[in-house]
Structure formats: structure tokens, C-alpha cells
């Protein structure tokens, strides 16, 4: 069964940082990207990071380059997110996906719930 669970959203002052988690299935993980991307009120959804499953190509949208992580550990089927110097404007619902390619969106055919962050100015 694919199952993608987001956790680790919540509302911080700019500046601030935050760890997201995504636990997948195993069925999920094996072998395919999994990536995070966010959506915010009003606007279209937009990768943020990706990681391949051998953790050798990562990808980062402009906007968070220098500034957020992604990374995995494939013994608990975990890819995390570490988000610092956050900004009013990384305010979004966060979704981890699986099974796509790179930052597009389309291409992803799992997708999590989501998690919201907010961040205050």
C-alpha cells in the first residue's frame, strides 16, 4: 500500500528553522525519488527538494538554495527536510511526494497530505 506521512510543520518566527519528516512505505521509497513541495493560498504547487534514491542527485529550488536541506535514512524509510532562515514567504502547505522526477511536480505519482508551516514576520 503507498502511504506517504508528513510531520514536523508548525508556525515559527522568521528566522527560525524546522525539521519535516516524510515516512513512506517501503513499496513507496524503493528506488524512486521523493521529493518536497509546497503550496501556497493562491498559488500553484512548486518543488522545493528532491533526493534519488541513492541519495547522488539532490535538487533545490532557487528560492530555499542555501538555506534548507533534504536528506534520508533509508533504514527508517525517512526523508527529512531541515528548513532554517525561514521566511514569511516559505509560508505553504509542505508535501513529500514519491515516485517522480526531480523538482517536477507532474511527474510525481504519490503524494502525501501535507504539513503546514507558517512563518511570521
Known sequence: QVQLVESGGG???????????????????????????????????????????????????????????????????????QMNSLKPEDTAMYYCAAAGVGLWVGSYNYWGQGTQVTVSS
Open 11 to 81: 508556525s515559527v518566527q522568521a528566522g527560525g528553522s524546522l525539521r519535516l519528516s516524510c515516512v513512506a512505505s517501503r513499496d513507496t521509497y524503493s528506488g524512486n525519488f521523493v521529493g518536497w513541495f509546497r503550496q501556497a493560498p493562491g498559488k500553484e504547487r512548486e518543488g522545493v527538494a528532491s533526493i534519488s534514491p541513492d541519495g547522488d542527485l539532490i535538487y533545490y529550488a532557487d528560492s530555499v538554495k542555501g538555506r534548507f536541506t533534504i536528506s534520508q535514512d533509508k533504514r527508517k524509510n525517512t526523508v527529512y527536510l
